[in-house]
Structure formats: structure tokens, C-alpha cells
């Protein structure tokens, strides 16, 4: 999510997550001398406000993995981890994650990254992230705390469900967290640090919504991963994140007014000539030649269900410092892959309609089932709702065995034709028609082999 | 009392049954509904209590050609929902009224709500297991969701909920456990009496069998199997697991007994067996399942593993049944049994127990490798120890 | 004269369709892909033009007529005449080449008389085909389209009687390998215009008194006329490497979407089976687009798979499907993973079924997966068009009816012995219609 972005155009939001980030891993670097603690955690349902509430450094394993595969170390990574006995078939996140920490644990910054003091096992939308931390407790021998996210399975947050994780919260994490930092827990503190999260929600939705403009001012997908940045992992509840956001905010502004399109690391976009929703991870091994090749077909991601997957702000929720612990609940069960399917479906065709989208290109991946099982079921019902194309794509988070540009380009190029075509049906089906007619006097032999 | 043959016969039947026409009869008969759920666990006695026909499916082997639920998964997902979704539109399921999906893995999960869209008249409910095995808070929220769908059932299918309905449902399939452990204890301790396959057969028939109806086969067919006059093998002793889900065609089985492993402990049909022991008929029921999940069922790769002990069950189980060695057995595109094998490889080593392992799908057709690597590992293990 | 040009860049074959300005055909060339895809689509191209010709040639003598009687005939014996000069170039360069192969120092303790008799049987061959009549390859020359295949067929027979315990069939084989690289990466265009003056009026003196002149006349003026090739359109699995300006590639699902509604109008669905991939296209009644699907990065199921399946039994291709129809019991298949092709069908013998009973199964567990990505791309509706190579396979058409009839009820099942040319042909029709809409 928050690498460096080699774009041609750097504006000054784009430099500020940079030092943010830089900052948090010279902080996790330095832990040798200022004592503080490392908690590693997920990004969906993560309990940041909680954890800075207690001075902790969050350390998030996803985000590991894929910055090593923006480095182009996953290869190595993945490797090592299928040679000591992980199997093919599974998640590539976690054998990145388990190789990088078995080949030295180098973080994304060239400095070695401190072992965890705790293993906060927020367990939101995603079964693996269950079986990776108990394999890290098996590498680290370090305690781990479950937060147990229920799902939800029938479209709705009931009672039950958010008492449960009330509970954990307060009867698990926090003890944990109390006893890991010899601090008290600190409500107040919660409050503030959950009113700056707030604050910079508003903002991040007001960037993510820009995309409704015409053209867009944002890639809501390739840029979508670094406007989230700071949102999903160590920074919310921060004053950082707060002004982070207000400039971003500024600077998509500053590009509406000036009519322009997002930037892209080949520099602005050419004129907009498609408007996308993706649904699913996107590839990271070759991050930059995917969105190069929307790019170079004027194709903008103008909603993705993957800058959700830490939180679905867009429909409405905000920290909410009255209610912090329920909040926090509520949030964490809220995760876009916490959703059923239904939801899932919903939320996309809501966004069809309010970004005005020619349709949806799902890119599945093979390590995420929790993404990828039913993806063909909400293409075609998407198809049904919208009566709008859908394009099916197929890569891998990590793993650049498993991703194919020749025919990931080839998808791409084949789905946007068909978008094109689908335009200019009416003007040229007339003249196709008479076309068709004449060739049809050409030896076709053998015609109709079988009825 | 039936033979051998007639036992097995008649769990072969049920087995082969994919359009679950037992389950139409039964309905015919009594007149109420049948819930279905998927693999691992479900609270089977819940559906029981509620007057209803618990149905364990999983999927349909390699019986039924898979066209329709191909159409549902990219290539890099199990076997087991592509089936069920075949045998789903193919009309098979139209007996079962409600379907249950345990928290199994993500592939389960997403088909509880693809099901919600492809069958909307159907009763639908994902089951969140408790991954938190704290007694009074997950406790609680279990025994808050087994209410829940307590009185669900009983409002589909007609019933007043009742804890005495749900006393007597705990007590039958407390039974039924207990004549599963016999079998599986005739499993360890003379496995030639009750071949693995066969062994199979007759847990695999509770699978739609009423609960009371089953344990009473159980008991007659160990009966019948230990008067049979069965040869014991000069074969290694190994334990299985990985397949606790999408199930091994039968013919795998038997190709590693043929390859001469006896099974001595396997996890086929671990989601019959989840609970260990008896559960409470003091207090109250609902309370009584919920911590009886917390504090007494088995250690499962989908199921969390509080304690931090990884593995220690399986090596105790090896111990336990004097087995020589572990095979793994996983289905493709398992993310629970894939991603544990590493640590449970990990236990067994440290313990100094041979391994090896394989991969399949349901519906496997050729088994020349497996019987290959199941013999090797087999002679492997008598060489070293007679040596 | 006016052309678009369609050309289908595939992974084993590439395609190349001309058409008029009525969207007429004018011409079809194929050849197979080599490593250099400029030079195939070059060469599709070429015959594509000669094949154009030809079309233009027939259209002026039928123009009148009298002349028109013999067109046939004329047209016939000139393309014979034009074929039988092109292969006699190309076994020339052959020899030529075969000659230098043998100096090479590899094979220097027997250059003399390898040389001798390599070249002695390109020498055979040449002289057989400027037999009018009787071409020596026989039989097989009219079973492939490729010089390649037509020269191995030839020259492996008489390789095979000449060879001896001092010059073996394998050093024989051995530079004639070499060599034939060479001669099909190296394009010979033969000048239309020249060679056919000279061979009318030989042909032309079979024809009587009263025609002879005004035939000579037609075909002179036919030769004349200036094909102007308006635009080339590329698509095909290699079309990215095609030496095209962007806008004149188009995707081959397009192609064969519009390609299989001009050859079929009332397609609606379209199942395309190639080497490296499997596509299942929904289109409108215009030929549009509205949805498709492919296969995933495994090569399962396409027809890759068949030929790994032929390699393996030591079958050729064509052979498969036919031995696959005198099956007489189901054997299911459930992996169609080529990695796994090998040993399963192995395993299968040595268990005693039938090769035919596991051909069977093999060529429904290819379908099987046809139907799952013509399931995603939405069914199977009326009418339907079967494309690609496998749909010349016999027993792969039994098993698409079947399946088809038992999931989606009874269907037109299109398949043209064409439709090879299907993608081509869409290309050319985009060709036609860029220019069109500037129009």
C-alpha cells in the first residue's frame, strides 16, 4: 500500500506519507533502545487507536509482504518458505511473510524489523490470517491474543455480534495489552486518538468520492492504495493522518478544478476513456505494468472494493468517540471482506450507478479465497443488476509465477474493446449487418456440421 | 443379526445415494423437513432437537460429473463446492430445506452466500464457530447464535422449541459418539477386523441416517465385524490427516490399506466425532453444547488453537494408537490443511515420527502415484524398525 | 482493386483473409507460426494475396460468357502451374542448402557421399514436381498446406530407401532438418504478374480457336489491375508483436466474435478451441461482443492438451478424434492437467482399458471444461458456433453435442470447415469497417 511511488509528478501529500512511513519503521528500528513495544497485526478490523492508545508500534504483515514483492523479493521469500514445507497451493502473503522472516526479517526500509512482544490475531474476513499467526507463534514463541470478528453471515450486525466483540476487547485485548505495556488503559486517550480518526475519515471519503467527477482526480485502485495508506495501518488517530488527508483532499480538489485526470507514475493520465470499478487485490509483483496497462488504455479505476478491505468508510461509518469500544466493534465487523456476498454485490452495484462506471473488471487472486470464492457469481449477477459488462482477470497478490502479462493484457485489452464496441453498436451495427450478409457468399464448406 | 456384508451393503447404498433419496423417504415417512450442513462441524443436534433430519453433505465425490459448479470457481479452489453446487442445480438437494455452513474455511463461508443468492427459498445460515475459546465470552455469543438457530428450525419446521427436545437430542448423539469411538478403538486396536474403507462406510452412513437409527448400526456391524474371521496383515500402522473436509474417494482409501497401511486413526468423518465424550444433560442444554464445543471438542486445523501447543494432539494420537507413522493426506487448495501440515510437521518431528505426504481431490480417478508413495513410505517404516 | 486485410497471429497457425470492398472474400493464406511472428504473418499475407488474385482472375473470366465455360479449368491449371513453380523454388533453396549442410564439419567423415545423396534426393523430388501430371509427394502433399510437411513427407520416403550402414536415414534426416529451418524462415515471393503472362498462353492452347485470344486478354487485364491494400487489421494470441500501429490490433475475442457471425448470422454463442486457449464469446445479433470468457493460465483443456496426448500414444492429431468415436465404454477423466497427462494415460494401459475408451474419456474431459467457461460466459444459446482447431476433431464435436443437448437443450451446432479462418476474417471485417466509418 505505502511504497514509494516513483511517479513523475511527486505532489507534497505523496512526500508526507513517505516520511510518515519512514519515520514509523526508524521508530520500530530503534526499539532496542526506547523499549517500546511491537505488536504485529492485520489491516482489516485493526485496532490502531487501541494499540497507540498504549504506545505500542503496530507491525502489519500484509503490508511486509507486499512491499517485498514491490522490491522484488517475494520470489526468494516464497521460495525459501515452499522449501521448508509450505505448499503450493496456499496464500502467497503468508509464505512471503514466513520466508522474509526466516532469511533475516529485513523490513521494506533495509532495516531489520523487531520481533513481536504480541501477536494481536484480529481475526476479520480472512481464515488465513488465523492459521499465519499461529504459525508466527510457532516462529516467534510469543503470546497471542484472538479477536474473534464475527462475520457477517447474514448481512447484518446483530446485538450478539457486537457484545462478543466488546467483550473480547475489553476482557482480552486490553487486559493483554495492559499487561504487555505495564500501562493502564487509558479511555480518554482512546476518545481523542478515535476523534482525529474521525476527522481524517471524513477527508479520505471526500477523496474516494471525488472519483464521481468527470474525468476522475483519482485512480481509485492503483492510487487507491496509497491514499489508504495511512488510513489502514499505523497512522490513524494520528495528527499526521489528519493533515495527510486535509492535503490530499486539497490537492484532489486543485485537480478537479483544473479538470484533471489522476496521477499515475507515467505521469497524468491521458484523457479518461473508461471508467472502472475493480473488484480484488491487485497484483504486486508487477504493480506498476498493471496500472500501466489501464494507463495506456485511458482506463480509470473509479471505485475498488480492495480500499475497503481496512474499513468501509464510504458507507458511512466514522470512529465514534462517545462509543469507543463498541465503535471499534462495529468497525472491525464493518471490513469489506467481512461482508457476505450479497453486501458485496450491493455495494457494487450502488457503486455502478454513483460513479457512473462502463463496468467491472475483476482481478481474482489466487491466494485470496476470502476474496476470490463466489467472484464468478458476482460478475454475471452484476451483469444482471447493471446490464453493464464485466471482465474477469487472473493473477496472485505475490507470487510473479502467477501473474501473466501477455494475458492479463490481453483480458484487459479484449474487456475494454468489447466496452468500445458495446458504445458504437447502435452506429455501426447497420453497416456490419450488410458486411456480414456479403460474406456470408464466401465457401463456408461443410456448414452446419450437426444440429 | 446381518453380516458383515449386509452392513456394509447398506452404508455402500447410502454412500452412493448422491440424490439423498433416504432423506425424501424420510420426509415421506414423518413428514418433516431435513437441514443439510456443510464439513467440519455443525451442531447437529440442534436440527435433531428441532424435529428436523440432520443431513451431513460432502459434496459427491467422484460420482457425479461436474459441469454446472465448474462455472462457480476459478481453478485454484477445492473440489467440494464445485460438486455441491452440481448436485444443487442438478435438483438433488431439493429435499434439503435448510443448509447450514459451518466456519470451515473462506470457500465455505462465500458459499453460504452464494447459496443465499442462487437458492433464495431456501433457509440459509452460516455458523461462525468461536474462534475465541474463552468459556464465558465465547460462550456466551455460541450460545446466544445456537438459540438463534434453535428457533429458527423449530419455526421452519413446525416444532416448539423444547430443552427437553434438546436433552434427549443431546443424549442421542452422546451415544452415537461413544459407538464411534468403538469403532474407531476396533479401528487401533485390530484394524484388520474392520478394514478402513469399510470402517468408513458405516461412519459416513450417519450422514443421513437419524441419529438414534445410526448408532444402533454401528453397534450391530461391530458386532457382525468382530465375530468375522478377517486375517491379520504383517502391515504398518499409520495415522491420517488432512482430510477432515472434502473427503478421499473411497477407492483411495482402500488403495493405501492395499499398499499395506492400516489406518489406525484417520480424520475422515472428524466432524462426527468433534466433540470428545459425553455432553451434559445438567443445566441448561444450550449452555451445555456451547462449552461442551469450548472445552470438549477436537483440535482441527479450522478451528483455532488457543493453548499454543501445536501438534501435541497428533502426536499423542500417534502414541496413542501405537501407529508407526503420519501420512498427510490434504485436498488440493485446502488453506486449513495446508497451511497447518507445516506445523504439525514440525510436532511430529521433534517427536521423532515419520511422515509423508500427498494431496488428492474428490474426485480422483488414478491412484498409481499414491499407492507408490503409500508403499515406499510403508516398507520405509517396517525397515526402520526392524532395524 | 481495394483489400482490407485480416490477419489471425495464432500460436500454431497464422491466418490471413483478404476482402473486397463488398466484404467479399478475395483470398485465404495460412502457415504456421514460427518463432518469428513478422515472418508468418508475412507469409499468411502472401499467400493471402496470390489467393486474391486468383479471385480476380476468375472474376474476369467469368465475366464473359463464352470464357466462363472454361474458367474452371483455366484457373485450375494456372494455380497448378503457380503452386508447382513455388515449390520448385523452394526445393531449390532446399537443396542448396541441404548441399551446405553437409560441409559441415559434423558430418565431415562421411560429406562426400551424404552430400551425394541428400542432394540427389532433392534432385528426384525437384524433377518429380515438374512432372506435369503426377506430383512425387503423392498423397501427402495435398494433406498439408505447409511446404515444410510436404518436403519431410518426400524426402524422409526416398531418405529411407537410399540410406546404408555408410550414409544413415538419420544423417539424412539430420541435415535435411537443419535445412528446412532455414528455407521456411527465408520467404519467397514469386511475381505474380510475370510468371502467369508466360503460363496463360501455355495454358491458353488447350482452350479452342475461338477463346484462346480473348482468355489471354482476360487474364493479362486480371494481372493488371492494382490491388491496393487499404488497411491491415492484426489480432490473435501473437498480435502484440505484429508490426502494427496500435489502433489496427484488435482483440481475438472481437474477431472471432464477428468472424463466426459472418460466416453464421444467427450466431449467439461461440466456442473457439485453439493450441494455447479456450474462449466461449457471447454476441448480439450484430456480432457484437456482450461477453466472454478464457480459460486460466493452465493449459487443460485446450487443444495443447490433445497434442500432448497424441505425442504421447505417437499418434498424429488428426488421428485422435477417430480412434476416440470407436469407443464402446466410458472411462472418466477427471484431470485434463497436462503435467499429469503422461503418467495417467500410461497408468490407464497398464490397467488394461482400451486406448480407444480413454481417447473418449480424454476428448469429454477437454469439453467438460469448455462447458464450465461457457457456463461463466453465459450459457449456450441458439444458435452455436464451434471454431478453432479442435473443432475439426471429430469425437471433441460428439462429446460439445452431447453435453450441449443434456445442459442446454437442442441447439444449431455451426461448425464451417473454415472455421479455422474465423478470427482472420473478423479482422478483415474490422478492417473493412475502420475504413468505413472514416467514410
Known sequence: MSTEQSAAVKEPSMLQQKEMIAEHFRELSRTGETKKKVVYTFVPGNLTELLLAFDVLPVHPEINALQSAMRQKAG??????????????????????????????????????????????????????????????????????????????????????????????????????????????????????????ARAEDDMVAVLES????????????????????????????????????????????????????????????????????????????????????????????????????????????????NPLESLAQYCMGCYTNRNLPQRLDMIVKYADEYSADGLLINSVKSCNSFSAGQLMLLREFERRTGKPGGFIETDLVDARYFSAANVKNRIESYLQMIVQKRTAGAASVDLAAAASLVRSLPVINQGGAA | MDSVDQYVARADALYHDVSYRSVAEWKTRTGKKAAGHLPVYAPREIIDAAGMLPVAMHGAGDQVEIIRGDAYFQSYICQLPRSTIELAMSGRLDDIDAFLFPSTCDVIRNLSGMWKMLFPKKFVRYLDLPQNFDRKVAGRFWAGELRHLYADLCALNGTTPSDDALRLSLARFSANR???????????????????????????????????????????????????????????????????????????IRTLERAGCYLVWDDFTVGARFLEGDVSLAGDPIEALAQAFLNQSVKNACVYEPDGKKGEWLVNTVRDTRADGVVFAAPSFCDPALLEQPMLVTALERAGIPHTSFKYAENLGQFQVIREQAGTFSDGLRLWSNA | MKAWIGIDLGSTTTKAIFLDEQGKELGRGITNSRSSYDLASRIAQDEGRLAARFTLLDRELRADD????????????????????????????????VAEECRSPRVAAIAKPL???????????????????????????????????????????????????????????????????????????????????????????????????RCIAAVERAAAIPLDEVRVIGTGYGRARLPFPKENIRSEILCHGLGAHAQFPGTRTVLDIGGQDTKAIQVDDAGIVTGFQMNDRCAAGCGRYLGYIADEMSLGIHELGPLAQQSERNVRITSTCTVFAGAELRDRLANGQRREDILAGLHRAVILRAMALLARSGGVLDEFTFTGGVANNPAAVDALMQLVEENYGKRTLNISAGSIFTGALGAALFALRADAAQA
Open chain 1, 76 to 197: 526468494a521469500y516464497i521460495g525459501e518458505a515452499e522449501r521448508i514445507g509450505h505448499s503450493e497451493d496456499v496464500c502467497t502473503y503468508v509464505k512471503c511473510d514466513i520466508g522474509m522472516k526466516r532469511l533475516g526479517n529485513v523490513g521494506p526500509t533495509g532495516e531489520v524489523l523487531p520481533k513481536p512482544d504480541l501477536l494481536l490475531l484480529s481475526y476479520t474476513g480472512c481464515f488465513t490470517f488465523m492459521k499465519w499467526f499461529e504459525l508466527l507463534r510457532q516462529e516467534y514463541d510469543c503470546p497471542v491474543v484472538m479477536l474473534h470478528t464475527p462475520y457477517q453471515g447474514d448481512g447484518e450486525i446483530t446485538p450478539t455480534m457486537t457484545q462478543y466483540m466488546v467483550e473480547q476487547i475489553r476482557q482480552q485485548v486490553i487486559p493483554a495489552l495492559e499487561k504487555l505495556t505495564g500501562k493502564s488503559f487509558d479511555e480518554e486517550r482512546l476518545r481523542e486518538l478515535m476523534r482525529l480518526s
Open chain 3, 66 to 97: 463464352e470464357l466462363a465455360t472454361h474458367s474452371d479449368k483455366v484457373r485450375g491449371q494456372l494455380l497448378h502451374r503457380f503452386r508447382r513453380d513455388q515449390e520448385v523454388v523452394q526445393l531449390e533453396a532446399l537443396r542448396e542448402l
Open chain 1, 211 to 322: 472519483a464521481k467527477h468527470k474525468p476522475s482526480p483519482i485512480d481509485a485502485y492503483f492510487g487507491g492504495v496509497y491514499y489508504i495508506g495511512p488510513m489502514f495501518t499505523a497512522f490513524r488517530g494520528t495528527q499526521g493522518a489528519v493533515d495527510y488527508y486535509a492535503q490530499l483532499r486539497r490537492e484532489c480538489n486543485q485537480r478537479i478544478a483544473a479538470g484533471e485526470g489522476p496521477i499515475t507514475p507515467e505521469g497524468t493520465s491521458p484523457k479518461e476513456r473508461f471508467r472502472l470499478i475493480v473488484e480484488g487485490p491487485p497484483n504486486w509483483t508487477h504493480f506498476r505494468e498493471f496500472w500501466k496497462m489501464f494507463h495506456d488504455e485511458g482506463a480509470v479505476v473509479v471505485a475498488s472494493t480492495y480500499t475497503k478491505v481496512g474499513g468501509t468508510y464510504d458507507l458511512g461509518f466514522r470512529h465514534d468517540p462517545t
Open chain 3, 115 to 213: 552430400e551425394e545423396r541428400a542432394t540427389g534426393i532433392v534432385d528426384s523430388l525437384i524433377t518429380a514436381e515438374k512432372k506435369p501430371a503426377l506430383p512425387l509427394a503423392g498423397k501427402a502433399a495435398k494433406t498439408s498446406d505447409f511446404f515444410r510437411d510436404r518436403a519431410a513427407s518426400g524426402f524422409g520416403r526416398l531418405a529411407e530407401e537410399q540410406s546404408d550402414a555408410s550414409v544413415k536415414f538419420a544423417d539424412l534426416l539430420g541435415v535435411f532438418d537443419k535445412a528446412i529451418l532455414r528455407v521456411e524462415n527465408t520467404p519467397f515471393e514469386l511475381s505474380f504478374d510475370t510468371r502467369i503472362r508466360s503460363a496463360i498462353r501455355e495454358v491458353a492452347r488447350t482452350l479452342p480457336d475461338s477463346v484462346r485470344d
Open chain 2, 178 to 252: 461413544r459407538a464411534v469411538a468403538s469403532l474407531m478403538a476396533l479401528r487401533a486396536s485390530e484394524p484388520w477386523r474392520a478394514p478402513a474403507a469399510e470402517a468408513y462406510l458405516i461412519i459416513r452412513a450417519g450422514d443421513v441416517m437419524p441419529v438414534e437409527e445410526h448408532t444402533a448400526f454401528i453397534e450391530g456391524y461391530l458386532a457382525a465385524a468382530q465375530g468375522a474371521d478377517r486375517p491379520m496383515r504383517d502391515y504398518t500402522r499409520v495415522v491420517v490427516t488432512g482430510a477432515f473436509c472434502e473427503q478421499p474417494p473411497l477407492e483411495l
